[in-house]
C-alpha cells in the first residue's frame, strides 16, 4: 500500500497492510458515557438530524481508541423520512402506515438526498472536516430488504412476519417496493460519497431471515441493484449480511469489495466460500466483550487465525456493539487486535 | 418396514416408507379456531396444567389434517416451575428471579417429573389413550441451552445477550447451570417416554445464537448429556437447531436419531454434512404457507427434492407455524407432501 493509503482502506481492497485493522458496529452509541451524556439532552432523532451533534459522537470513539476508521452516525431508517415515510422512533422505527398495498408503492417518493437528507450530508462534511486524517469515514445505508422488512411489517419484529409472508404472498408488489428501495438507497450513497465518505456499507440485518430460494430473487438482487450504482463512486463497498451463514455461497458474485460477517461464519469457511476477490470483515462475537482479559483475546486471537492473516481483513465485531459492555473492554480489544497482528515488514 | 409400523416412526430410523411423514411445529396453536375457542376460556398455563384440556388441543389439527404425528401441547419452561423457578407468561416466560449467581444455581431443585409435573405424564396417557394408532406421540422439551437463555435473562429477548454474556463471563458457573438442566430434562424426557411418548424431541431454539466456539462446550455438550439418559428409552431422538446453518459441522456425533432444521439450511447440504446416520426433519420456511396453492406446492416440492427422496426425511416447516396462518394452507400443503412423496412400491 502507498504510505498515505489508510490502512482500512488498503484492508477493503485486499493490499498489504502492517496490522489488522478494526473498527466497531455501533462504536458511536450507548456503550459511552459521553453518548449517554449527548442523548440526555437530545432525542435520536434530533441527534441524527442535527449535523454538529452528529458529528460529535461519530467522533466520540475515537478520541477514547485508536479505531482505524469512523462511521457516520445515523440510521437506517433516516433516509426513509425523506420518500414520504411517516416514522417514529420508539424507540426501534415505527411505520404508522405500513407499506402492504400497489397504491402504498407507487405513492412513495424517490429520494433527492440534497433535498431530502441535506442534514446527512452536512454531517459528513463535518466529520471529514475533524476527522484525523488516517481513520476513514465510512458512509451507510440499510440494505433494500431491510428496509423493506421495517416498511411492510411497521414495526421491529423478531420474525418480520408480515414481510416475509408478503414476499410469498406479493412476489411481484414486493419486487417492485424493492426496486425502489434500491434506487434510493443508491442515490443516498452516492451522495455520501460526493459528500466525502471514504467507503460505503450496505447494511442487510435481515436477509438471513430468508430461505436461500428466497433470498437470491428478493434480497441479493435488490442489494445488487444498489451496489451497481455505486461502482463508479471510487470507494470501496461492504456488504454486511447477519445470519447468512447458510447464504454465503449465494454471495461470491456480488459487486462489494468487502462481506461483513455475523459471529457466527468462521471466517476461514466464509474466505474459502467468497473466494479470493472478497475481503471479509468481522466477525468477534459481541458477548466475547464480557469476558475477563485473558479470554477476550483468545477470542480475538481465533478470529485473527480463522482470517488466515492475508490481506483482506477488516476486523470488527459480528454485530453491532451491546449498550451495556464496559468501554475498557473495547480499549483491550482495539489493542491486542493491533498488537496481535503486527506484520513488521507489510505496507508502508 | 413393518406394516404395523407408522410411517412416523420408520422416518426417523432411516426404514423405506410409502411416503413422506409430515407433521407442523405449532400446530396445536393460535391459527386453529378451536384453539382459539378453548383459549377464550382458560389461560395458556392452565391449559398446559390440565391434562384433559392439554390432551384436547393436542388433538385438535389431528381432526382437520391427516398428519403423520401428535406432539404434547405443552411449553419448554413448563417443567421449570417444577424446579422451583418462579415464572409467569406474559404471554413470553418471564422469570421473577433471572438465575445469575452460584447460590440461585445451586438453589435449584432436581426435577422429579411424577412429584413436580404429573399433569404432563396424565396429559401423555390421554393422548394416548385418544390417538389413531397409527399418528405416534412427540414429547417435547426445552434444550438445556435454550432454557438457560430464558432463566438467565429473565424473559424472552432478539439476542439473549444476558445469557450469552453469562458464559464468557462466567463459564464454569453456567457449566454447571447447563448441567443441572441438561440433567433434569434427561429426567422429564425419559418420564415422558414412560407414560407413553413414542419420540422425544429437544428444542434448542437459541443454540444458534453462538459463535460455534461457543456451541460446543455449552450447548451441543448439554444436550448430550440429555440424550445420553435416553438411549435406553427405545424411542427415536430428535433434536431440532434453530439458526444452526454454521454448525451443522459440529452435529454429526450428536446422540439423535433425527435433526431438525430451520428453514435457511439447505436440507441437502444438512444430510451430506451430517452423514447418512442422521434423518432430518423440516424444513419449508413458514413464510411459504402465505403463497397461493400453486406457489406453495412448488415450494414443498422443493423441500422433498432437496430431502433426496431418501429413506428418513419428516416433512415439517423449518420453525413454528405463524399464528396468522391460514389452516387451508395447512390442509393443502399435508396433501401435496402426500401426494408428491408417493413410493408404491415402498415400506407396508
Not at 117 to 139: C, E, M, T
Request: with cysteine; proline share 10%.
Amino acid at each position: 500500500m502507498s504510505p498515505d493509503t489508510p490502512v482500512f482502506l488498503a484492508a477493503c481492497r485486499r493490499e498489504p497492510v502492517p496490522y489488522t485493522p478494526i473498527w466497531i458496529m455501533r462504536q458511536a452509541g450507548r456503550y459511552l458515557p459521553e453518548y449517554r451524556a449527548v442523548r440526555e439532552r437530545v432525542s435520536f432523532e434530533t441527534l441524527t438530524r442535527t449535523p454538529e451533534l452528529a458529528a460529535q459522537v461519530t467522533l466520540q470513539p475515537l478520541r477514547r481508541f485508536p479505531l482505524d476508521a469512523a462511521i457516520l452516525f445515523s440510521d437506517i431508517m433516516t433516509p426513509l423520512q425523506g420518500m414520504g415515510i411517516d416514522l417514529t422512533f420508539e424507540p426501534g422505527p415505527v411505520v404508522r402506515e405500513p407499506i402492504r398495498t400497489a397504491a402504498a408503492i407507487e405513492a412513495l417518493r424517490p429520494l433527492v438526498p440534497e433535498r431530502d437528507v441535506p442534514f446527512v450530508l452536512d454531517s459528513i462534511r463535518l466529520i471529514r472536516a475533524a476527522a484525523p486524517r488516517h481513520v476513514p469515514l465510512i458512509g451507510f445505508a440499510g440494505a433494500p430488504f431491510t428496509l423493506f422488512c421495517y416498511l411492510v411489517g411497521g414495526r421491529p419484529s423478531k420474525e418480520f412476519e408480515s414481510a416475509r409472508a408478503f414476499l410469498y404472498a406479493e412476489p411481484e408488489a414486493a419486487g417492485r417496493l424493492l426496486d425502489q428501495l434500491a434506487d434510493a438507497m443508491g442515490a443516498y450513497l452516492a451522495a455520501q460519497a460526493a459528500a466525502g465518505a471514504q467507503a460505503l456499507m450496505l447494511f442487510e440485518s435481515w436477509g438471513g431471515l430468508l430461505a436461500p430460494a428466497q433470498f437470491e430473487p428478493f434480497a441479493l438482487r435488490a442489494a445488487r441493484r444498489t451496489l451497481a450504482v455505486l461502482r463508479g463512486c471510487g470507494v470501496p463497498l461492504i456488504y454486511y449480511l447477519n445470519q447468512g451463514s447458510a447464504l454465503l455461497g449465494q454471495l461470491a458474485p456480488i459487486e462489494a469489495d468487502v462481506i461483513g460477517l455475523d459471529w457466527r461464519s468462521p471466517l476461514g469457511t466464509a474466505r474459502r466460500v467468497l473466494g479470493p476477490d472478497k475481503a471479509v470483515q468481522g466477525n468477534l462475537d459481541p458477548a466475547a466483550l464480557f469476558a475477563p482479559p485473558a479470554a477476550l483475546a483468545a477470542a480475538a486471537g481465533q478470529v485473527l487465525l480463522e482470517a488466515g492473516g492475508a490481506p483482506g481483513h477488516i476486523f470488527n465485531l459480528g454485530h453491532g456493539i451491546w449498550p451495556h459492555t464496559d468501554p475498557d473492554a473495547v480499549a483491550r480489544l482495539v489493542d491486542v487486535v493491533h498488537e496481535r497482528s503486527q506484520r513488521p515488514g507489510a505496507g508502508g
